[in-house]
């Protein structure tokens, strides 16, 4: 463990973001003991690349990379301001093993990384939840769309590929990844491909 990850705290990893960003946090970012054992699962076979999906403002891949040095961390976002908040973090708290990435997932080869993190970014499209802004566009057929698009994604991936997904419905979710484990009451899942 870095020593940059010695010294996180949920408050300190809030610190690096605005009040407006900050007050966020409990609906949006996720949780640093969740990105912990995320982190840990992802990594434990070694080197890799790491694609957190729907990244928003970077909470993930900043206590993930500080836990895993020698692995890869890339944030995905849509949002420019988003996408600005977490390279300014990025940039405070000192990491070269992290970059983030503004853009539509869609847009992505999925041949580029080894496993997967995500903390259900296609959720704010159903009506009724709590959205982080009013800059993009939601709806259930974006969320049915986003859905199946990862699902296939994921199907094409080779044996082995692990996936994490945090407060997920499991549409995403291709048959053939076996669930490995589970923690915080059910919300965080560990996925392998057999």
């Not at 484990?181 to 059910?186: A, I, K, R, V």
Request: charge should be negative; hydrophobic fraction near 40%; aromatic fraction near 14%.
């Amino acid at each position: 463990m870095s020593t940059v990850a010695s010294q996180l705290t949920d408050n300190l990893l809030n610190s690096l973001y605005p009040p407006s960003i900050r007050a966020l946090a409990s609906h949006h970012w996720t949780p640093l003991p969740v990105a912990l054992e995320a982190s840990r699962f992802l990594t434990c076979a070694g080197d890799a690349v790491i694609l957190d999906i729907g990244s928003g403002v970077g909470k993930f891949c900043l206590a993930a990379a500080a836990l895993a040095p020698r692995s890869l961390f890339v944030g995905v976002e849509q949002r420019t301001s988003l996408v600005a908040y977490a390279e300014t973090a990025r940039k405070k708290i000192g990491l070269d093993n992290v970059s983030f990435l503004h853009g539509n997932f869609t847009q992505l080869d999925f041949r580029s990384f080894d496993h997967f993190y995500f903390y259900n970014a296609f959720y704010e499209n159903l009506a009724g939840s709590d959205k982080i802004d009013d800059d993009i566009a939601y709806s259930r057929e974006l969320y049915r769309y986003y859905s199946h698009y990862l699902l296939l994604q994921l199907l094409q991936r080779p044996a082995g590929t692990r996936l994490v997904t945090f407060c997920s419905s499991e549409d995403e979710i291709p048959p053939g990844y076996r669930e490995m484990d589970s923690g915080f009451g059910g919300q965080l899942k560990f996925w392998i491909k057999a």
